[in-house]
């Protein structure tokens, strides 16, 4: 489904990514962890195409599609979902008119009808449940006045509505109390199924323990210099990345 | 730069020497102005003696005014020698036969609007002999007010059969000399909207100048007056989200409200005049002069304005609160892009006891704009417990635009509470982004992030005017991101 084959990239003058390679199949789970400043953040916005990180080599293909020609909008078409780390705040903009607009416009993309008012209210409704949110989160500006921990909710509530076959979670679990930790981890884990993949960027090895991978990568220098499965994961915990590192690069 | 006013007065003098007479019987008369020629229009009009006598004593006083020029706009001097003060409706040959003649640019415009064909057409200025269905709609409306006692006409006809109210009103608010252009607009203006709500009526239905079957060819010197006596209450819109044909440059209106004890009078107007091309050639200019006066206890004056059209905007739509308990509301959204420059804002005059204002103004400035807020708030010595909030917020698209605020506050007594908030803020890319990852489109993306900035605004327009001014933003800043 993703194959990203010796990716470099820039911010700026700066290298970022240097020769990062992955493969993700239909279904997978994969967790890229790394220390901060690996390119880890990097990777989950040039996979879903903002501006200011240029490109300088490698390729990057999605379900058969260069990923790298593709504009934001038609990437979010072709079922790429990116949950911020840094959601922002659009105010005045209620939180499912956004909504209501996207996954209208993916619908449109894709020759299905549009949802009216009537069949997206009953949509939300019961995403909502998912994140536990109050019903009045729906009608609030878009992260106007949210915590911390409410952003990172409404990103797991917008994937659920969504429905992505790629999902990139950037961080989720930063900012995270152990209660929000484990009801966006449920999320998650009631999100994945046999046909969505879900990349999980994350720093911490506590977020694997409630959404357990399939593989787990450690990304250091912009590339990936480990793989393993999930008790690779166990491993970073207990000697940290430093050990992991060093013993990489001997090998 | 201000044509001066002797000049004029020496130009007007020159040209009477050399036996400027003006034929009455034609339609249209040659430009320039004089006593002879407000003459003329006052004639054509078959106006009653006292309404030549305001005419020219406007004149007169406009004379020895000068053209100011504080305001935060550039424009090169107008010379009012050149300008026709009187021209009758176009014939029906000069008109454009079908819209295939129409410039498609604002035909795709329409389309983009969603506007009925037939109301196409008619806005295009094409030829149509019956009207459409306004005839027949605003017949049924005419007797509907009629029911109510609500008067609902054109200035003229207002002259011709409402003297008394006219003359007891007219310059009550805005007087000869208030300003330049209000001057000039009492000496020449042709035409425009008389409104009289009586006693304790509630008026049946939202007035609007779009369905008023005389609002054609009002000219460039318009004339509004609304009174709402005792009790009364009247929401009024004014303009059209469509861009309308006009060969008209300079638009100097003049609009007076008048609130009675208890009444409230809503105003709210859309704006689209033609803006000038992506260079800032042509475009209308845009001067007007808007107030209302809470001339009695607990009234209520609310303005709502979606400027999005016109060259030059100079305006400031005012209210007077002299009643005691009397509210003044200024909710506004000025949109300026290419070389649009606008310099908009209020006034809050706050006279009578425990008197209240809100003043909400949101500025958006795209590519080369300019856009200025100017507000007053005036609390006079004797408005004790005075109130007034103002939240003035600039939107900017791009680095090449600019925005600008120019609040003065005058307290005079020390009961008044006045607070004043202002953003500045940057259509963030971070936005932008988080909008398109979400699937929606850049140029819809835009939209709804203007949109949700002038949320607080749009709220006060009333829902049919909201859902096309919504559109109207959306078509005015097309393409300037990215």
Redesign the interface.
Known sequence: MLSINDLHSQIDDKKILNGLSLEVNKGEVHAIMGPNGSGKSTLANVL?????YDVTGGSVTYEGQDLLEM???E???AGI??A?QY??E?????NI???K???N??RK?RGETELDAVEFLALVREKIKLVKMKEDFMSR??NEGFSGGEKKRNEIF?MAV?EPKLAILDETDSGLDIDALKIVADGVNHLRNEERSIVLVTHYQRLLNYIVPDFVHVLANGRIIKSGGSELALQLEEQGYEQVMREAEAA | MSTHAEDVESLVDKEYEHGFVTDIDSDTIEPGLNEEVISFISKKKNEPAWMLDYRLKAYRQWLKMEEPLWAHVDYEPIDYQSISYYSAPKSKDDMPKSLDEVDPKLLETYEKLGIPLHEQKMLAGVAVDAVFDSVSVATTFKSKLADAGVIFCSFSEAVQEHPELVQKYLGSVVPIADNYFSALNAAVFTDGSFCYIPKGVRCPMELSTYFRINASNTGQFERTLIVADEGSHVSYLEGCTAPMRDENQLHAAVVELIALDDAEIKYSTVQNWYPGDENGKGGIYNFVTKRGDCRGRNSKISWTQVETGSAITWKYPSSLLRGDNSVGEFYSVAVTNNYQQADTGTKMIHIGKNTSSTIISKGISARFAQNAYRGLVKISKGADNARNYTQCDSLLMGDKCGAHTFPYIEAKNSSAQVEHEATTSKIGDDQLFYCRQRGVSEEDAVNMIVNGFCKDVFKELPMEFAVEAQKLLGVTLEGAVG
């Open positions: 879903a195409g903002r501006d200011g504009s934001p909008e990437r979010a078409w979902f990116l911020f959601p922002v659009i105010p005045g903009v209620n008119y956004l909504l607009a996207g996954v416009a993916i993309s500006g878009v917008q969504l």
